[in-house]
């Protein structure tokens, strides 16, 4: 015996047609608004009788509007193939039920079979009865206005529907079921307008789990070997890392290894025996991402991939690999080649544009500023600057105190131009010369150099007290701490398990 199915779709493409309907309204004789009543089905003789309570003397009330079908006929023309399968795969947005609100997180996942509909066309007919000439004008100006021919109308709101938009056209109007001469039987008249409507029926569409690839734990394939080796129940780890950093730990549960798998950083753990030696502990999923890097431009992340910066999307790898991105929550630790330590910043996906991972960084994970000497500044602040201006721009004279500090970025004064800028002069009108990207200091009668880039060939760090803002000597220019490319074992990110 066949599985009964019914959805109602004939039924929901009527009731559409009928609320298209509805709403029309008269101005009686006394100038008052009245709503013109709409129903279902053609008014036979039987039905006309029930409404009259089956008496002669009783007309049915006017004006009012009655829909009716009057064909469903199959649309060859629009037929297709009929094996076709449609898949789509929707990820819903995880909802917290006991605080009843979505969160910022992927949810459940699931693939969505949608099967070729069967093209038909329905035909149907709305009369309108009115009482008088001006009641039927009233009624069919307010609806043939909206027909230039057809009227689109929406069946449901549900995003997989690819039937659920279809068009009412107006095919014919009967002005009037009157004969000439005009009888005297009734005084109710009917005006009658066909419309056709292509509509689809759908069988049933089959949903289930995800069916794309959405975790990898680990590669049984050996590359080293060229194999495919089936005795190995964990990941072999190469060493990425010869003087890796300890794994950090977070919450414990009892178990090892679960169902989602242990994932680990080939940055951090080198080797077989260090995983297990964790494994009676859950550690927060670490997970780093072979063969991409990850270009940091200021409170920005873009992915680098093929010698190309910005061209994959930040969602489609994350969810790639085990583990939940939270927003705000999740980190990225960068490693810079010349520390040991990791620069850390929580992330979230700009939602505008997926290429890019919004950073907020934690300060005290930054590396520690360098220690400059200066003539005058207090020894708390030799590892800090006050300002970073453009001497051609800036005018000393309004902050000028003793131990004030600045980065530069244009040269000032000129060896062969004895005369330079009164502004940078010393109290005794002494010349002061000074190149791009040197830190010079106030010491109360003239300008000292206390970090001559030209001779620096070290990396330097230094924070900008104005902005908050530490900086980096690359031996060429200065960037910010963090800011540059990284390479594949030099970043990571930090998952929820």
Do not use: C
Not at 16 to 27: A, D, E, T
Not at 58 to 85: C, F, H, N, Q
Not at 279 to 286: A, K
Not at 293 to 305: D, P
């Amino acid at each position: 015996m066949a599985q009964h199915f019914y959805d109602g779709q004939i039924r929901r493409y009527i009731t559409q047609i009928v609320r298209l309907m509805s709403n029309f309204s008269y101005k009686d004789g006394d100038g008052n608004l009245r709503q013109v009543p709409v129903s279902y089905g053609d008014l036979t003789r039987q039905v006309a009788s029930i409404m009259r309570d089956n008496s002669e003397n009783k007309l049915p009330s006017a004006p009012r509007m009655a829909v009716y079908v009057t064909g469903l006929e199959m649309d060859r023309t629009r037929t297709g193939d009929s094996s076709y399968v449609n898949k789509v795969h929707l990820r819903e947005r995880a909802f917290d039920v006991d605080g009843q609100e979505y969160l910022n997180e992927q949810g459940k996942n699931y693939t969505v079979e949608r099967l070729m509909p069967t093209p038909y066309t329905l035909t149907v007919n709305v009369d309108i009865w009115s009482s008088n000439t001006d009641q039927k004008l009233q009624i069919l100006e307010q609806i043939l206005m909206l027909f230039n021919p057809s009227l689109e109308i929406q069946t449901t709101d549900n995003y997989i529907d690819w039937t659920s938009l279809t068009t009412v056209n107006l095919e014919r109007t009967e002005f009037s079921n009157r004969s000439i001469p005009v009888g005297v039987e009734t005084e109710i008249d009917i005006a009658t307008l066909a419309f056709s409507t292509p509509i689809y029926i759908s069988p049933p569409a089959k949903v289930k789990r995800l069916g794309v690839i959405t975790s990898i734990i680990t590669n049984i394939f050996n590359e080293e070997k060229g194999t495919i080796d089936l005795g190995l129940s964990r990941p072999t780890i190469n060493e990425y890392d010869s003087n890796p950093p300890p794994v950090e730990k977070t919450t414990t549960i009892d178990g090892g290894i679960t169902s989602s798998g242990l994932v680990v950083d080939t940055g951090i753990i080198s080797s077989k025996t260090q995983i297990d030696a964790i494994n009676s502990s859950r550690v927060t999923l670490i997970k780093t991402f072979k063969n991409y890097g990850v270009y940091i431009e200021g409170n920005t992340a873009k992915i680098v991939y093929q010698n190309t910066i910005g061209q994959v999307s930040w969602r489609a790898l994350l969810e790639a690999y085990p583990g939940t991105y939270k927003a705000d929550i999740s980190q990225i630790r960068l490693r810079q080649a010349d520390s040991t330590n990791y620069t850390i910043g929580t992330i979230s996906l700009n939602l505008i544009n997926e290429t890019q991972l919004s950073i907020n960084w934690d300060t005290d994970t930054l590396p520690s500023s360098d220690i400059l000497e200066g003539p005058a500044r207090n020894p708390n602040s030799w590892s800090t600057l006050d300002f970073i201006i453009d001497p051609s721009r800036w005018n000393p004279e309004e902050y000028k105190v003793s131990g004030l500090r600045l980065l530069i970025l244009t040269d000032v004064g000129d060896e062969i131009n004895t005369d330079g800028p009164d502004a940078w002069k010393s109290l005794l009108g002494q010349d002061f010369v000074a190149d791009a990207n040197d830190i010079i200091e106030w010491d109360g009668s003239k300008w000292n150099i206390i970090f001559d880039a030209s001779a620096t060939s070290d990396i330097v760090y230094i924070s900008n007290l104005n902005t908050g803002v530490q900086y980096k000597w690359t031996g060429e220019m200065w960037i910010k701490a963090y800011e540059g490319e990284y390479s594949e074992g030099t970043w990571m990110i930090y998952l929820d398990a």
